[in-house]
């Protein structure tokens, strides 16, 4: 059993990635006992209208290039394939399926652990699986049941407010956001013409 990596799984958009997610990501996997964190690119659900989210593979090469210098961060694209909408529940089970060497855990803001109770099938996605929580500032309580379970570990990783959303609307506005930004990151969105 020990000899299994131990994989942190940080969704999101990415849309971009940014400064924030590098920090969270990357201390996670220094400062836990995490081997690796996969950042989980998430689909554009066909379902839902979104005019400022790029497309998919837009936004994994970007998660890539960011990701370039550090070889414990890796990109994944595992939910492009899977069908929509789709749960973490259901992405959890496709990977050990097909990373049976591997134990896969999830990694949230505290944000997200205030609403986990209305995940679907998250008592499921509890009892098979470790959740490292970083702290975000937000409004809202986490559920009592949360506060001391043997399955979630407090990670007291920086806290950063840096957002996609305020990233795209400076970035439309012509403003000069690089620090924000991996290098590399922001080059390809120069070049590409995002978000203006």
């Known amino acids: 059993m020990d000899s299994k990596k131990n994989i942190g799984l940080y969704f999101g958009t990415f849309n971009p990635i940014h400064v924030g997610h590098l920090t969270i990501a990357n201390h996670m996997v220094e400062f836990s006992d995490l081997d ?4 989980v690119v998430t689909p554009h659900n066909p379902h839902k209208k979104k005019k400022t989210l790029l497309e998919d593979n837009h936004r994994l090469s970007m998660v890539r290039i960011a990701l370039e210098d ?3 961060l890796k ?3 595992i939910e492009f394939d ?8 259901n992405t ?4 050990e399926e097909k990373y049976p060497l591997h134990a896969f855990s999830l990694i949230m803001g505290e944000d997200n652990l205030k609403s ?14 470790s959740i490292y929580v970083y702290p975000r500032i937000s409004e809202g309580t986490v559920e009592h049941r949360f506060k001391d379970h043997s399955k979630i570990t407090k990670v007291n990783a920086p806290i950063m407010e840096v957002s996609s959303t305020f990233i795209r609307k400076a970035i439309s506005e012509e403003k000069n956001i690089r620090p924000l930004l991996p290098q590399n990151v922001w080059e390809y969105l120069d070049e590409m013409n995002f978000y203006k």
């Not at 690796?36 to 950042?39: F, H, P, S």
């Not at 959890?92 to 990977?95: Q, V």
Request: aromatic residues 20%.
């Open 36 to 39: 690796e964190v996969w950042m």
């Open 70 to 72: 550090y070889p414990k």
């Open 75 to 77: 990109a994944s694209n």
């Open 82 to 89: 899977l069908p929509q909408p789709n749960y973490t529940v």
């Open 92 to 95: 959890l089970t496709h990977l």
């Open 116 to 129: 986990f109770h209305k995940w679907k099938n998250y008592e499921v996605i509890l009892e098979n699986y």
